[in-house]
């Protein structure tokens, strides 16, 4: 409605200035106007995506959790994504991982493994040919995945390698929830966390280690991160309430790929201590286009996410509610992966 009364001041203003004669009118109707068209674009743009309660599809549901869906278009293009609000706080619920060695399980796989909890996402991204994850995983405060911090360059740059730091979402045993990018290093017991992002740097050096990264980011400051569960993908989408995609720093879509439109998986929390889990369907022509990362982290930031995170996507993309399907998976069944979210009942 909004947008229609700034669009219907444009046809006021050109009515009143047809009575009028003069070349410095008709300059301020093209100023008003002009303004008017603007605001009006705004608006619409800013449009808040509209969810329903879908708790009665995936009950019985406990207190501090529930779930939400919408079909409401995006953008004017289909779209379709459910997401899961939990309170950190609430001791009846329990925030976990799972993992797998060497092999892969669907998320209903998971399911069954973890005795039917109440929420089973995808999370990190991973290597199809050795079914490794390559982000950091903490299952019960040990480290049982690990960011890969060194990239391969390619064309003129393949005797050199891209250093970065992929962006992850904790909670810790105080049930306070964080968002940071990681060094991790099997070595230590706990990874090192940067609250600003760190730039990327290329070298011809194929590993690093806590002391260089130290030495290289001597202005970043690096502190333990002493979470109880966390998982990793990138790129963060949201710092401190405010739209910050680090998509080239992380070398994480970067450049235009920040606008292709995929399947997503995304986590954030809120400033009251919730926990969002959202899946966006996609690649579903007439249903679900798909979301770019910068809709991601407005979606984010419509819920009152403070941080937020991008996590694998495409056709790893999948929500599991009491074991039931949200999402349709963009590869028609459920992708098997390595390690998944879990939020169950105490």
């Known amino acids: ?5 700034y669009c219907g001041a444009v046809c006021f203003f050109k009515i009143i200035l047809r009575k009028t004669s003069g070349m410095h009118f008709h300059k301020i109707f093209f100023k008003i106007a002009l303004l008017c068209v603007v605001s009006c674009v705004n608006i619409e743009t800013q449009a808040q995506t509209k969810w329903k309660d879908a708790g009665a599809d995936f009950g019985p549901l406990p207190d501090g959790f529930n779930v939400f869906s919408s079909t409401d278009s995006l953008d004017g293009k289909p779209f379709r994504a459910f997401y899961a609000i939990a309170d950190i706080g609430n001791k009846n619920l329990n925030f976990a991982t799972d993992t797998t060695h060497k092999r892969r399980l669907s998320p209903s796989k998971f399911y069954e493994k973890n005795d039917n909890p109440l929420l089973v996402a995808n999370t990190t991204f991973f290597s199809f040919g050795t079914n490794q ?9 040990k480290m049982v995945g690990f960011n890969i911090h060194s990239l391969s360059g390619k064309g003129k740059d393949t005797l050199t390698y891209r250093h970065a730091f992929n962006g992850a979402i904790g ?20 990874a090192l966390a940067a609250q600003t992002v760190p730039a990327f740097y290329k070298d011809s050096i194929n590993i690093i280690n806590k002391k260089t990264v130290l030495n290289k980011y001597r202005g970043t400051d690096f502190r333990l991160w002493k979470m109880q569960t966390a998982v990793a993908g990138g790129p ?3 710092q401190n309430g405010d739209i910050k995609i680090s998509n080239n720093e992380e070398q994480k879509f970067n450049g235009k790929a920040i606008n292709d439109k995929h399947p997503r998986t995304l986590m ?21 286009d798909g979301v770019t990362l910068v809709q991601s982290a407005q979606l984010l930031k419509e819920l009152g996410c403070v941080e937020g995170l991008n996590l694998d996507g495409g056709g790893s993309s999948c929500m599991l509610i009491n074991g039931k399907e949200t999402i349709r998976p963009s590869d028609k069944t459920q ?6 979210f879990i939020i169950s009942r105490n």
């Open 236 to 238: 963060v989408l949201l």
């Open 1 to 5: 409605m909004a947008a229609l009364q």
């Open 171 to 190: 909670i810790s045993k105080k049930r306070k929830a964080d968002v940071a990018w990681i060094y991790s290093d099997s070595s230590f017991k706990y």
């Open 133 to 141: 994850n390559l982000n950091l995983v903490i299952k019960e405060g």
């Open 335 to 340: 992708r098997p992966v390595p390690a998944v």
């Open 268 to 288: 954030g929390y809120t400033k009251d201590n919730k926990l969002i889990v959202m899946v966006v369907e996609g690649r579903n022509p007439g249903v679900a």
